[in-house]
């Protein structure tokens, strides 16, 4: 999940944009390629073949969290761009700890899994033991998977390269062209996700504190490095919206 707060609205452009998304989930739902990063421990056999654990965390998020900003399809991504970050840096990690988090980190943002003023990391945190337990995880590395879901988000602090790339990716995910994506799949007919406005502007609002907020946040060297190209590609996006809009007042 994404924002402290999140928009609201309808309309063909959305439908676009929330196409966009569905084909971007479509795309790594059939597995295209994770990107193997240097991992500790059983990356070369996950890859080769996925431990039963896997599998069954896999089916469970497909069948649990399905939303185009903060579901499945998010958690399949920032998994492979954690691990191609750290790739990157030459990091190691425990790629098994990546794919847990990943799978789980936003549990919370689901209704399901929420507690009541509770941080949707901190609750995640909460529910992983449990989540865990039956699947055939390696437990031993459940306070890892805890600390790389705790600091998630941009605005936490992560400590050890698994949070940290993590982190990072996390962040990536609400810049460029997926960024606009998840930012505008947050809009409901109901407005009651991001700020009760379901419309456009408050979209672009959301957008716009993403670009100030995030780009500062990005930690690792690898993420810098990918960071230039989401930021621009959305500060263009903006303007070009603002341009055709009468800077968002016909939005
Ligand atoms: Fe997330
Ligand atoms: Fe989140």
Redesign the pocket.
């Known amino acids: 999940?994404?924002g402290r707060s999140c928009p609201g609205a309808a309309g063909m452009t959305i439908k676009v944009l929330l196409l966009t998304a569905t084909l971007l989930a479509g795309d790594l739902a059939l597995g295209h390629a994770p990107v193997l990063a240097q991992t500790a421990g059983a990356a070369a056999a996950t890859a080769a073949q996925p431990a039963p654990w896997r599998e069954k965390l896999k089916l469970f998020a497909q069948a649990s969290f399905k939303h185009p900003a903060?579901g499945y399809s998010h958690s399949l991504r920032i998994y492979n761009l954690s691990l191609q970050l750290a790739a990157a840096d030459k990091a190691v990690v425990d790629d098994d700890v990546l794919f847990a988090a990943a799978l789980l980190?936003?549990a919370a943002?689901f209704p399901a899994y929420a507690k009541k003023d509770v941080d949707?990391?901190d609750r995640a945190v909460e529910l992983a033991e449990g989540l865990l337990r039956d699947t055939g995880f390696p437990m031993a590395k459940l306070p890892k998977v805890q600390a790389v879901m705790r600091t998630?988000?941009f605005f936490r602090e992560p400590a050890g390269p698994e949070a940290l790339y993590f982190h990072d990716a996390?962040s990536l995910d609400w810049l460029g062209a997926i960024g606009i994506a998840r930012v505008t799949a947050t809009v409901d007919l109901t407005g009651t996700i991001i700020g009760g406005v379901p419309d456009g502007p408050a979209v672009v609002r959301q957008l716009q504190a993403f670009l100030q907020a995030v780009p500062p946040r990005i930690l690792s060297p690898a993420g810098k490095a990918m960071l230039p190209e989401r930021r621009v590609f959305l500060e263009r996006y903006l303007s070009t919206l603002a341009a055709q809009t009468d800077d968002f007042k016909t939005l």
């Open positions: 999940m994404g903060w980190h936003d943002a949707h990391a998630h988000m996390d």
